[in-house]
């Protein structure tokens, strides 16, 4: 049986990119239920696009509330996009 070796490990000393952190709720059942949505936003243009990320504050969240992660996302991108257009 042959042994795995690790060539190489490389992190680069610059960011790639920097997280903003949003706080908001899904109103269900009459209870809210508390998240930060997490926006990458990145330092160098050329760089990719990094995708949002939901996260629950708490670990009772009803499925049907863990389902809307991508409408939670897609709000949070067309209130980027109207603010962009107003400025």
């Known amino acids: 049986m042959s042994e795995d070796i690790v060539n190489q490990i490389v992190i680069k000393k610059t960011p ?7 706080e908001g709720f899904i109103e269900y059942n009459n209870e809210k239920h508390m998240f930060w949505l997490i926006h ?6 050329e760089d990719n696009d990094y995708e949002c990320e939901v996260r629950w504050w708490f670990k009772g969240v009803p499925r049907e509330v ?8 897609e709000s949070f991108k067309q209130t980027l996009n109207d603010n962009t257009n107003r400025a």
């Open 16 to 22: 790639s990119f920097r997280e903003e952190w949003h």
């Open 40 to 45: 990458p936003v990145k330092i160098n243009s």
């Open 66 to 73: 863990r389902m809307m992660y991508s409408y939670i996302i």
